[in-house]
């Protein structure tokens, strides 16, 4: 390398090629540098020339990203949640390097290859080489962002560490918005994902491009009729989205997420599902003020938009007892000692749990727990608290109505996605602070932690084909209530609108917590920050960071098999989940025999010895005396079972999923220790007072 990084310079060592794509850079430098000189020797007419200058400027910028990306793989380590657990947003760009690497070798490859008959195909040739060499402008811009961001944050925080400030704020987002990202929605669409989901990419992107021009009728036939043009037009696609990045408003994406919540495709989705409840109806949560058992009364929100009944759906495998809807039958079952809640993500704006009911019918028959669905007001018509409230008012309701539910309420345990999944996290800290009684397990599947965009993995994001950072941005604004781009209006955030900024001692009384995110999500860095802060309070997750595929990766279950394996770890996950809060148990280790499928990479786990009893405390305090049986039909895991798989299936599948289980890596103090038991005896002595 001719010049060296500045930190190279500061430290006075050259950064060399990391080995991961070492092999890949060279070969494509070399086929590079052959094409230049067989160019430049074989013709000196205007389009050669045209063709060297360009191939010289590729070079060049290949070389530069290279040495940027070799710096971020460096310090990527430095942000792992453990050394078991690679996963962070410095880390998803070498990656997303890596494979464009790979792509414009494939590129060069066949403008090597087609040079003696430009005439057959020049043109296209010629466009995916400039194409891809604006992708790489792109991405040096992106690594260059990063390399500030490093700069500027504390060892392993992946979060800048300036007090969340409006001025640095807009500086990201300034950063953001320099970045040209409409080459990544053309051409070059969804290479980072799983190469079984890039045709889904496209179709999805599609749909949401071609809602812009039905957006001023609100027509979905309008929607649908316009797909086929932007499927098969891939430039016309990428002019398209760079026109709704500068023009959009939340009001455009609520629609155009309100899409798959049609009719007609939820019943289709439905339809198409293999499982069948036999409860699936729904619950309206009244107005009517409740009174909490020796504390004051709660009343229902009411704030911005008055006050509403809020809709919720029950499922559940069978009759149990105490349901309205068993009254009056004779095939009812005892009611379950657990009860899940689900609370469904859409960017505080959309996808009502209409559209997750095939996915949540599914988790009810295998778990044979009754579950309910909460729904909440969208951003669009009230801003925060009022999404708060609202489910801190419905769980109070489920707390004091179990029977109704077909529950004893004894373990209750919150699946969320998502939105959700931000808002689960607020649910439960106010339940702590209240005095409340929290759930005893939380499944937080993508969740958004922090809403201001300052960490990486939200800045690579700015070329998601789902959840573009930009976009998500107007979402997030109008969540917290920030009318547009108004810096005035811009405030610190509240802790229960940004839950990574909860107090340590609220983390500390957390129930498990077992967090699921993938290495290309908007997410990854939010769910390795709230893994930390668990972990330092004394709470260590489960963390799970499957590779290659998207946020909301589930949408695509039914058409990719990468995902269809995602979705199975939701459900393992959520049963090993009720399993250990229902035994007071920590997770156990997963662990398997020497033919562990290539593509799961399993973390034995360790378990500090100065948690071990604290942590054992904290869960018989919430889970109480129970026995270890599988009444309710809940599979009992003591082991995480991985499948050997045949050759065949091995040669099918190149996802991998990083386990990580829970108790790994506690460093907590003796002080904090000794902290937290002091918090348990506390909790010990008014169970009583906290529960219903």
Request: net charge negative; proline share 4%; glycine share 6%.
């Amino acid at each position: 390398m001719d010049d060296m990084h500045p930190k190279q310079e500061e430290s006075g060592e050259e950064i060399s090629i990391p080995p991961i794509y070492e092999k890949d850079y060279t070969e494509l430098i070399t086929v590079t540098e052959h094409i230049i000189t067989e160019v430049d020797i074989q013709s000196d007419d205007d389009f050669n020339k045209i063709l060297v200058r360009l191939l010289l400027k590729f070079k060049q910028i290949l070389s530069k990203l290279q040495e940027n990306a070799a710096f971020i793989h460096t310090v990527s380590d430095d942000y792992d949640y453990s050394p078991d657990v690679k996963g962070n947003g410095y880390r998803t760009f070498v990656t997303i390097f890596h494979r464009a690497l790979l792509k414009c070798s494939k590129v060069l490859k066949a403008l090597n290859l087609n040079r003696s008959s430009w005439l057959a195909g020049e043109k296209e040739r010629m466009e995916d080489f400039m194409i891809w060499s604006e992708a790489l402008s792109s991405l040096l811009m992106m690594s260059e962002n990063l390399i500030k961001m490093h700069e500027r944050t504390e060892p392993g925080n992946l979060f800048t560490n300036h007090d969340y400030s409006i001025r640095y704020l807009d500086e990201v987002v300034s950063m953001m918005f320099k970045i040209p990202t409409g080459i990544f929605f053309g051409r070059c669409l969804g290479f980072q994902y799983q190469d079984s989901l890039a045709s889904y990419m496209t179709l999805f992107n599609s749909v949401f491009v071609s809602s812009w021009d039905a957006y001023d009728s609100q027509s979905f036939i309008k929607t649908m009729l316009g797909i086929p043009n932007y499927l098969t037009n891939d430039d016309e696609r990428a002019k398209k989205m760079e026109e709704i990045e500068l023009l959009c408003d939340i009001k455009f994406l609520k629609f155009a997420m309100s899409i798959p919540e049609n009719p007609f495709l939820v019943g289709l989705d439905k339809l198409c599902s293999a499982s069948k409840c036999q409860v699936c109806h729904d619950i309206t949560i009244p107005t009517d003020s409740i009174q909490l058992k020796g504390k004051e009364t709660l009343h229902a929100p009411d704030g911005q938009i008055g006050k509403k009944e809020i809709i919720c759906r029950l499922m559940a495998h069978g009759f149990h007892t105490g349901m309205s809807a068993s009254v009056d039958r004779t095939d009812t079952i005892k009611p379950s000692d657990f009860l899940i809640i689900y609370i469904h993500g859409g960017a505080f704006i959309g996808m009502s749990h209409d559209v997750n009911i095939p996915h949540v019918r599914r988790l009810a028959n295998e778990t044979k727990a009754p579950i309910i669905l909460l729904d909440y007001t969208y951003a669009t018509e009230a801003v925060y608290p009022r999404q708060i409230d609202e489910l801190f008012f419905a769980y109070c309701w489920i707390l004091q109505n179990l029977e109704t539910l077909g529950t004893t309420g004894k373990h209750i345990v919150v699946y969320a996605e998502s939105a959700g999944a931000t808002l689960t996290v607020c649910l439960t800290g106010r339940c702590i602070e209240a005095g409340i009684r929290a759930p005893d397990g939380l499944l937080l599947v993508h969740g958004l932690f922090q809403l201001y965009p300052t960490c990486p993995s939200q800045i690579i994001s700015i070329m998601d084909p789902i959840v573009p950072s930009k976009l998500i941005m107007h979402c997030v604004y109008g969540y917290m209530g920030i009318a547009g781009e108004n810096q005035e209006e811009k405030t610190h955030p509240d802790p229960f609108m940004s839950p990574l900024l909860l107090n340590e001692k609220i983390y500390a009384k957390f129930p498990k917590v077992s967090l699921i995110t993938t290495d290309m999500d908007p997410c990854l860095d939010d769910n390795v920050s709230l893994a930390k802060k668990l972990n330092s309070a004394g709470r260590p997750p489960t963390l799970d960071i499957l590779l290659g595929l998207p946020h909301c990766f589930c949408i695509f279950r039914s058409l990719s098999q990468e995902a269809k394996e995602g979705q199975e770890l939701f459900i393992q996950r959520l049963k090993t989940l009720l399993e250990q809060v229902k035994e007071g148990s920590d997770l156990k280790t997963a662990t398997t025999d020497n033919e562990t499928p290539k593509h799961i990479l399993v973390d034995e786990g360790k378990v500090d010895d100065s948690n071990k009893n604290t942590s054992s405390k904290e869960t018989n305090t919430s889970s109480g005396d129970t026995k270890s049986n599988n009444e309710d039909g809940v599979e009992k895991m003591d082991k995480v079972k991985v499948e050997k798989e045949t050759p065949d299936h091995k040669a099918t599948h190149n996802k991998i999923i990083k386990v990580k289980q829970e108790n790994e890596v506690t460093e907590a103090t003796g002080d904090r220790t000794e902290e937290t038991e002091s918090n348990d005896e506390s909790s010990e002595d008014t169970e009583g007072e906290n529960k219903y």
